[in-house]
């Protein structure tokens, strides 16, 4: 993999990433945690090491409305504590 190649890669998981949590409806709950820089760069390596991303593709373009994200989303843990912190949970 040429390093342009990984730069992609890592640009459209991380485009997945963000779709999940807007679909969610946590993205701004996402900005506004403690080292929101760090935990939205751990979020991201786990999104990018995920397998799924074709499937997520899938899933997001599929549910126009989600309480949760799909059992298999790596980032799941933190979607649900940032739900709970908006009170949606």
């Known amino acids: 993999m040429s390093f342009l190649d990984y730069l992609i890669s890592v640009d459209a998981r991380a485009a997945l ?3 999940m949590m ?3 409806g ?3 709950q996402l900005k506004v945690v403690p080292d929101h820089a760090a935990v939205t760069d ?3 390596n786990r999104c990018r090491s995920c397998g799924h991303q074709d499937e997520c593709s ?3 373009d599929q549910n126009e409305q989600a309480d949760a994200p799909p059992d298999y989303c790596r980032n799941r843990d933190l979607i649900a504590r940032l739900q709970h912190v908006a009170g949606q949970r």
């Open 42 to 44: 751990r979020a991201v």
């Open 22 to 24: 807007r679909k969610l």
């Open 58 to 60: 899938t899933w997001l």
């Open 17 to 19: 990433m963000g779709r």
């Open 26 to 28: 946590v993205d701004r």
